[in-house]
């Protein structure tokens, strides 16, 4: 089983519309509501592609009701820690005719201190049950640096697999209790090490030390020429087919979700690397944000290239 991990659980509103006006009237031309947040972005991928998924979180009133009962048509299983408060909303509006997406963000409730104790006794019952969790994205107001710390050394006092997508303070401190992947970007590559990055080699440097810092797998994502993960059995890179991309929002998600399955199959790093790209990339190829068709992702498989290059 995948337990997920979204502590800043939203429904995602996705609008439409053609020419977008700052100040004016805007007609929606298309809407579409989905259970969002980077870690529910990684359950459905995953749920797709076959893997029994378990979410958690923080959700509260009716819209956390809403986000619960959207997820049961992906045959995901909720089992999420209730507040009171209503559940975040973040609306996405894509203008058809300047091709430019501008998003609005909620901030969300604030947990407190004791809620967030209560909600680490819940996950430590479901961690028993799960053979990798995946934890993502950013937290409510009121939890601080040390909340994916905390959530990290639960996993792995239960000996369990564990990957960490977050960033800034939440990845810093976050790897200090050494999870068993992440998967930074350039920017937290920088951030983490405190070199330039300016060309492949140093990226991979900079991984590598990572890595020697007791982090098992690291995965860097390349944008459109692919990713590579440094990990005890070298260093491998990914290249995948040039596709018409239609939403990247989401792809880093469904690469986490893929990352997931192949280590709750045991696969091979090459293997699982190859499984995240085939996915990510047939994500990018629908609307839907954190959604993939299993035919895509099936064409792209076979092109998918992986090469050890250390």
Known sequence: ????VTLNAAIDKRYVVEGYQVGEVNRVKECAYTPGGKGLNVSKPASIAGAEVVATGFVGGHAGNYIEDALKPFGIKSEFYHLEEESRSCINI??????????????????SEEEFKGFEKHFTELVKKADVVA????????????AYQRLVRICKEAGKKVILDTSGKLLEMGIEAKPTMIKPNIDEIRMLTGKSCDNFQDMVDAAKQIHADGVEIVAVSLGGDGSFVVCD???FRARVPKIDAVNT??????????????????????????????????AALREETGFFVKEDMEKIYPQVEIEKIG
């Open 249 to 282: 929002v989401g792809c880093g998600d469904s690469m986490i979700a893929g990352f997931a399955l192949g280590l709750s199959e045991g696969l091979s790093v090459e293997e699982t690397l190859k499984k995240a790209s085939a996915i990510s990339a047939a």
């Open 1 to 4: 089983m995948i337990l997920t």
């Open 94 to 111: 894509w203008d058809e005719v300047n091709h430019v997406q501008t998003e609005f963000l909620e901030p969300g409730f604030t947990v």
């Open 233 to 235: 059995d070298g260093i």
């Open 135 to 146: 934890m993502s994205g950013s937290v409510p107001k009121g939890l601080d640096g040390t």
